[in-house]
T-cell receptor, first 116, second 110 residues
Framework: DTEVTQTPKHLVMGMTNKKSLKCEQHMGHRAMYWYKQKAKKPPELMFVYSYEKLSINESVPSRFSPECPNSSLLNLHLHALQPEDSALYLC???????????????FGPGTRLTVL | QKEVEQDPGPLSVPEGAIVSLNCTYSNSAFQYFMWYRQYSRKGPELLMYTYSSGNKEDGRFTAQVDKSSKYISLFIRDSQPSDSATYLCAMRRGAQKLVFGQGTRLTINP
């Protein structure tokens, strides 16, 4: 089973709202990722958690706040977003750095976010 | 120059044709190569991954890597309308980062 689940599938929020995106995997993976994808563009890395610790932040604005409560869960807290933040937000997971160069990322279906 | 170049297409072929999708890269440090398929408004689905130069086959799909030319390909045989999607090549840079191509939009016409 290589399934990564994400909720909600769709989210519409105003610029003053606070919302959260959730991601879950039960593959025993120890690395989890958040990506942002705009239409007709490849995914852009936002954050990486390795063994529940934030290891990479790709200079993402503070209005995006990631959280990794345990090895199976990953959240992305959203606050005071802008309309240009509307995109498909993808979660991915992989075995982690111990898998070495062949570490492979598996993606969830994404949350389509619209900011009004 | 982008690290990974991929023709965005769109590419349209008749059902049953052999499809060739390609990426070139400039960083010789890339060692691990993946192809993802992404249907409209869905997440990328891992199709194939390969570590070494040469060919790797899985059903109707063949992934080919030529490290000397810094060139990778994905071949789809007996293409089906259900293969219509965007195909993304991806390569490992560093411990946890992937570098993606722009994606090629493919349409298989019945």
């Amino acid at each position: 089973d290589t399934e990564v689940t994400q909720t909600p599938k769709h989210l519409v929020m105003g610029m003053t709202n606070k919302k959260s995106l959730k991601c879950e995997q039960h593959m025993g993976h120890r690395a989890m990722y958040w990506y942002k994808q705009k239409a007709k563009k490849p995914p852009e890395l936002m954050f990486v958690y390795s063994y529940e610790k934030l290891s990479i932040n790709e200079s993402v604005p503070s209005r995006f706040s990631p959280e990794c409560p345990n090895s199976s869960l990953l959240n992305l807290h959203l606050h005071a977003l802008q309309p240009e933040d509307s995109a498909l937000y993808l979660c991915a997971s992989s075995q982690g750095i111990l898998a070495g160069v062949t570490d492979t990322q598996y993606f969830g279906p994404g949350t389509r976010l619209t900011v009004l | 120059q982008k690290e990974v170049e991929q023709d965005p297409g769109p590419l349209s072929v008749p059902e049953g044709a052999i499809v060739s999708l390609n990426c070139t890269y400039s960083n010789s440090a890339f060692q691990y190569f993946m192809w993802y398929r992404q249907y409209s408004r869905k997440g990328p689905e891992l199709l194939m991954y390969t570590y070494s130069s040469g060919n790797k086959e899985d059903g109707r799909f063949t992934a080919q890597v030529d490290k000397s030319s810094k060139y990778i390909s994905l071949f789809i045989r007996d293409s089906q309308p259900s293969d219509s999607a965007t195909y993304l090549c991806a390569m490992r840079r560093g411990a946890q980062k992937l570098v993606f191509g722009q994606g090629t939009r493919l349409t298989i016409n019945p």
